[in-house]
């Protein structure tokens, strides 16, 4: 054959080459790249990677500095990220403070986009180990592996699939500030960073505002070894059906970690919005033995049970 030939033949196959990947993008054949599956050890590295940080109580070097991962991750991955910043008494641990809820968001926006998804979890962590075993160790702030942690690694996951693949329906990722310096018995000094989230959301300084949102799942304490979900008792009853169609992805997913049956009512971050009349579900386990002690370590967390809150919760963004 001779080169002439050859070189005809080059040509036309690189014709027909580039008319093919055009009809392929015009016919929609060609689909962005699909997601890596959500891993339960990447997770567990993002847990861990916040503990070495030290406790993160409102206000402290700890809370700055995983304030400003998750801003930069964000950013890395090609996301939206706005703060939503005020200044606050708290019942525990330093006051005022500057409290800071961080919003990350991803997917078509716009009033025609539909309701959004919202997750979220909160960043801080306890300032003392009211619950210790040992009084000597209870005025000790918490390193908050389960507490605090759990929840926000699998969101920090979620960030990186997110950059992978935008989701078809818009989802918001709520990073809470101040959910754990309160009194207990006064629920109301609880949650500050999503109560004033919540009651401000038609303010023009707030993120949220004016977003049509199909319901809020909050990710609280679900990095326990002995991991066990049930319906918590306030999304039970004030979101029954967002709350049963939640559960009804992890039986279909075949994840474990979930019961159907109704647990504990818990005053959490997901009661503000509640509160305004948005529906939301806690996902907690909140039977863990080391709530509120200075063994809330990685070494009683599990990226096993990372994996299945990682895996309904990522199932959900994509499949809605």
């Not at 109301?188 to 949102?213: E, H, M, V």
């Not at 994840?255 to 305004?276: E, K």
């Given at each position: 054959?001779?080169?002439?030939?050859?070189?005809?033949?080059?040509?036309?196959?690189?014709?027909?080459?580039?008319?093919?990947?055009v009809?392929?993008?015009?016919?929609?054949?060609?689909?962005?790249?699909?997601?890596?599956?959500?891993s339960?050890?990447?997770?567990?590295?993002?847990?861990?990677?916040?503990?070495?940080?030290?406790?993160?109580?409102?206000?402290?070097?700890?809370?700055?500095?995983?304030r400003e991962?998750?801003i930069?991750?964000?950013?890395?991955?090609?996301?939206?990220?706005?703060?939503?910043?005020?200044?606050?008494?708290?019942?525990?641990?330093?006051?005022?403070v500057?409290?800071?809820?961080?919003?990350?968001?991803?997917?078509?926006?716009?009033?025609?986009?539909?309701?959004?998804?919202?997750?979220?979890?909160?960043?801080?962590?306890?300032p003392?180990?009211?619950?210790?075993?040992?009084?000597?160790?209870?005025?000790?702030?918490?390193?908050?592996?389960?507490?605090?942690a759990?929840?926000?690694?699998?969101?920090?996951?979620?960030?990186?699939?997110?950059?992978?693949k935008?989701?078809?329906?818009?989802?918001?990722?709520?990073?809470?500030?101040?959910?754990?310096s309160g009194i207990?018995?006064?629920?109301?000094?609880?949650?500050?960073?999503?109560q004033?989230?919540?009651?401000?959301?038609?303010d023009?300084?707030?993120?949220?505002?004016?977003?049509?949102c199909?319901?809020?799942i909050?990710l609280?304490?679900?990095?326990d070894?002995?991991?066990?979900?049930?319906?918590?008792?306030?999304?039970?009853?004030?979101?029954?059906?967002?709350?049963?169609?939640?559960?009804?992805?992890?039986?279909?997913?075949g994840?474990?970690?979930?019961?159907?049956?109704?647990?504990?009512?818990?005053?959490?971050?997901?009661?503000?919005?509640l509160?305004?009349?948005?529906?939301?579900?806690?996902?907690?386990?909140?039977?863990?033995?080391?709530?509120?002690?200075?063994?809330?370590?990685?070494?009683n967390?599990?990226?096993a049970?990372?994996?299945?809150?990682?895996?309904?919760?990522?199932?959900?963004?994509?499949?809605?």
């Amino acid at each position: 054959m001779s080169s002439k030939v050859k070189s005809r033949d080059r040509a036309y196959a690189w014709a027909l080459a580039a008319l093919s990947f055009v009809m392929a993008i015009n016919t929609g054949f060609i689909q962005a790249a699909e997601p890596a599956a959500f891993s339960g050890e990447r997770a567990m590295e993002l847990l861990i990677e916040q503990t070495s940080m030290g406790p993160r109580t409102p206000g402290s070097v700890g809370n700055l500095e995983l304030r400003e991962l998750i801003i930069t991750k964000a950013r890395q991955s090609g996301l939206k990220v706005q703060t939503h910043i005020f200044t606050s008494e708290m019942p525990l641990g330093n006051s005022p403070v500057e409290l800071c809820n961080v919003i990350v968001s991803a997917g078509p926006e716009g009033s025609g986009a539909g309701p959004r998804l919202w997750l979220g979890a909160h960043f801080d962590t306890r300032p003392i180990s009211d619950k210790d075993p040992d009084i000597l160790l209870r005025e000790k702030p918490l390193v908050g592996a389960n507490d605090g942690a759990s929840g926000v690694a699998v969101l920090l996951h979620l960030m990186e699939l997110l950059a992978q693949k935008a989701p078809a329906v818009g989802v918001d990722l709520l990073f809470f500030d101040g959910e754990d310096s309160g009194i207990n018995g006064s629920p109301n000094t609880y949650c500050i960073g999503s109560q004033r989230l919540a009651s401000t959301l038609g303010d023009f300084s707030n993120p949220l505002s004016g977003l049509q949102c199909e319901g809020l799942i909050l990710l609280d304490m679900i990095g326990d070894r002995d991991l066990l979900i049930p319906m918590e008792g306030y999304s039970a009853r004030n979101a029954p059906a967002f709350t049963e169609k939640v559960f009804k992805r992890a039986t279909d997913l075949g994840l474990s970690a979930f019961s159907t049956s109704v647990g504990p009512s818990v005053y959490d971050d997901h009661v503000p919005f509640l509160q305004q009349g948005i529906p939301a579900v806690d996902l907690i386990d909140f039977q863990f033995p080391h709530w509120h002690t200075t063994a809330d370590i990685p070494e009683n967390c599990s990226a096993a049970s990372l994996y299945q809150v990682g895996t309904l919760v990522t199932d959900l963004v994509y499949n809605r």
